[in-house]
């Protein structure tokens, strides 16, 4: 009941929030603004890792590939007022436990359908862990920058491509990422000393804590999407290679006091399984629906889930990974830790055979999910 009632009260909270937002006019680059050499050009891949389906994805390239060439480069989308009214959806995960878990698995669907984002509540993490990993991330990030070296992995985009898209978002000048981030790669939270064993020694234990509760509510919402689109419960995470291991981004945005032409996280997809992430209290993370910035309002005890590239192409674009973006509060801070689940290189992602039809064909080519990450990028720097 308490619980419930927490939830009623979140909810009104994010309504009442959800109206009032305005977002500062930044700059703007719009889909028309696109170098229109992109608009009639062929998008082939040079790559011999690209299979021989890639024949069917040659031709013009469309307005929707513009999104994925946009998101590759990460080039500010465009940016519109909020549309009143709109929220993202809140899931109840302790629902999902209950005899309405067909409901809650439906809403599921719905919101990785039309959001590709949602609140997860009632997840039953003790507040402590939490409270331990906040604990362990401002003594992380106090550590002298020196004595990163050993933990912090840099880009989990491959240094080759990274160096050229960053030369491609030079010409473009984007905004200039503003926040300092750790990353960690390959984790399994299981292992508690491994993966884990380059951290500092008071990260270990809360991390460990932390990363295996949040990937345990992502295996939950990967077999309930599974169940949804009536494949076996475990389709996604066998197809994805079990996504034992994670990896995680620590984020630490600072305030943008001047209003410079800078962005905390510029426009993106994430380029994985599916993604879960604990946000603080001062918000600025926005979702792209249908052209306008939809803030993701800091909800009380919430987990924030959504769907990465990999689901994407399972579901044949059926569950959406969607653009995402960090605007910089301009006076406070903001902390955000994710658990990102990625499939292993080797697994191979393809559509759910009853997702392709005549009305939805194929939107990816088979391939290992190392030659997807490879092609997605490569197809931007086509540009
Ligand atoms: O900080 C956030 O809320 C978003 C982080 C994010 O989108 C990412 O790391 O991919
Ligand atoms: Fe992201």
Redesign the pocket.
């Known amino acids: 009941m308490e619980k419930l009632q927490a939830c009623i009260a979140a909810r009104s909270e994010v309504r009442l929030l959800g109206l009032q937002a305005k977002l500062p006019q930044r700059g703007k680059l719009t889909s028309k603004q696109l170098p229109v050499r992109m608009m009639g050009q062929e998008y082939t891949s040079s790559t011999a890792s690209y299979n021989q389906d890639i024949a069917r994805f040659k031709g013009p390239v469309k307005e929707s590939d513009l999104d994925a060439v946009r998101t590759a480069l990460a080039i500010p989308a465009p940016s519109e007022p909020l549309k009143e009214g709109w929220e993202i959806p809140i899931v109840d995960l302790s629902q999902l436990r209950s005899s309405q878990f067909h409901l809650v698995r439906d809403q599921i669907s719905r919101a990785c359908q039309e959001w590709g984002f949602f609140y997860a509540i009632n997840h039953d993490i003790p507040c402590e862990v939490f409270d331990d990993m906040w604990e362990a991330y401002n003594l992380i990030f106090k550590l002298p920058v020196q004595e990163r070296g050993s933990f912090d992995c840099g880009p989990f985009i491959p240094p080759d491509i990274l160096q050229k898209l960053n030369e491609k978002k030079e010409a473009l000048k984007k905004y200039a990422d503003s926040r300092d981030t750790i990353r960690l790669r390959d984790l399994n939270p299981d292992d508690n000393e491994g993966t884990v064993a380059s951290t500092p020694q008071f990260f270990r234990r809360p991390a460990c804590t932390f990363y295996k509760a949040l990937r345990d509510v992502g295996f939950e919402l990967l077999s309930a999407m599974s169940q949804s689109l009536g494949v076996e419960v475990d389709h996604i995470r066998r197809a994805t290679g079990n996504n034992e291991a994670i990896n995680s981004?620590l984020?630490f945005?600072s305030p943008n006091h001047d209003g410079s032409k800078t962005m905390?996280?510029n426009p993106?997809k994430?380029i994985l399984t599916l993604?879960v992430?604990v946000?603080d209290e001062t918000g600025g993370?926005q979702v792209l629906k249908e052209d306008k910035w939809i803030d993701v309002k800091p909800l009380p005890g919430s987990l924030?889930v959504n769907v990465g590239e990999a689901i994407q192409a399972i579901t044949n674009g059926k569950f959406k990974s969607v653009l995402?973006r960090?605007v910089n509060h301009p006076e406070k801070t903001?902390s955000?830790i994710?658990c990102f689940l990625i499939p292993t290189p080797d697994s191979v992602i393809e559509p759910i055979p009853h997702l392709v039809s005549e009305e939805s064909p194929r939107l990816y080519p088979n391939g290992t999910w190392a030659s997807f990450v490879h092609n997605h990028y490569a197809l931007a720097l086509k540009f």
């Open positions: 981004s984020h945005y905390g996280l993106h994430d993604t992430l946000q993370l924030v995402h960090v903001r955000s994710s």
